[in-house]
């Protein structure tokens, strides 16, 4: 992101626009309202709460 569009300020500039995430800490981030973001932290914490494929084996092949 170039800096003439850069936005320096923490909150979003208007409604429906993404808020500057770059300039925010994990304790903001948590607490702000927003659709996109409470969209992809769920998809986050879905996929950390799913299983992982374990790989016993990988080391044997060589």
């Known amino acids: 992101m ?3 569009t ?3 300020g923490a909150g979003a500039t208007g409604p429906g626009e993404l808020p500057d995430l770059l300039g925010l800490d994990l304790a903001t ?3 702000m309202d927003h659709p996109v973001l409470a969209e992809v932290v769920a998809d986050l914490r879905g996929r950390a709460e799913q299983p992982r494929e374990m790989y016993w084996g990988f080391t044997s092949a060589f």
């Open 2 to 4: 170039s800096e003439s």
């Open 6 to 8: 850069r936005n320096d």
């Open 29 to 31: 981030l948590r607490t």
